[in-house]
């Protein structure tokens, strides 16, 4: 299957600095990727549509200057979490999705990346 | 979006098959049924998908209803490395923007 890639896997940083995810998808082109975030215990809560060459389309309740989404080229979207506090901390996911004759019929995701507030 | 509905959680013993069900009665004739599974600390990955008809692959098969208003996953023999998060979840092929909505899904256990 198609491969979705995110880096870092992991960070840790201080209450206060800004920190940029980056997410690829390595072996198709993707318009459209999606990012979520996961508290331990729940399920994937989706954060925003990034779509390439334009704005990225917020979910209600998800601070846009806060959680800034660049989607630059058709196989890199990047999410930069502004000012982070501890209460940012989670596992942050993206996703994107193929076409395939036509249609574009699942996503595949990336490994995840924890990010931790201190 | 169309809403499926899994039990919170399963327990199987190891190289027993499993079925997971899964409940989606609002289903469109466009939605796709698609199965991911999560483990601690990764991304969901993918299982099967199906429209239609039954499906099967390396990992498992997917069993969809006549009316395609329930479907099963089916995984033949349980492994330890099955145990993990299993979500449901339906998504019209057509709308490309359109995410996947995650329910709580179905933690599944398996018992050596």
């Known amino acids: 299957g198609a491969v979705v890639s995110q880096h870092p896997s992991w960070v840790i940083c201080k209450s206060g600095t800004s920190v940029k995810i980056e997410c690829r998808s390595l072996?198709?082109?993707?318009?459209?990727m999606f990012w979520y975030r996961q508290f331990p215990k729940q399920s994937l809560m989706l954060m925003a549509t990034?779509?390439?060459?334009?704005?990225?389309?917020?979910e209600q309740g998800v601070e846009k200057d806060k959680f800034l989404i660049n989607h630059a080229s058709l196989t890199l979207s990047t999410l930069t979490v502004t000012s982070a506090h501890p209460e940012d901390s989670s596992f942050y996911i993206c996703s994107a999705s193929p076409r395939v004759a036509g249609v574009w019929e699942t996503q595949y995701f990336g490994p995840g990346t924890r990010l931790l507030v201190l | 979006d169309a809403k499926t509905t899994q039990p919170n959680s399963m327990e199987s013993n190891e190289e027993e098959p499993v079925h997971l069900p899964c409940n989606h009665s609002?289903?469109?004739?466009?939605?796709?049924i698609h199965w991911y599974r999560q483990l601690p600390s990764q991304g969901p990955e993918y299982v099967i998908h199906g429209l239609t008809s039954n499906v099967n692959n390396r990992m498992a098969s997917l069993a969809i209803a006549e009316d395609r208003k329930s479907s099963t996953l089916i995984l033949h023999r349980a492994t330890l490395r099955d145990a993990a998060v299993y979500y449901c979840?339906?998504?019209?092929?057509?709308?490309?923007?359109?995410?996947?909505?995650f329910g709580p899904g179905t933690r599944l256990s398996v018992l050596p």
């Open positions: 609002t289903i469109s004739g466009t939605d796709y």
């Open positions: 979840i339906l998504r019209d092929a057509n709308n490309y923007g359109q995410n996947f909505v």
């Open positions: 072996d198709f082109q993707a318009t459209t």
């Open positions: 990034s779509n390439e060459g334009s704005k990225a389309t917020y």
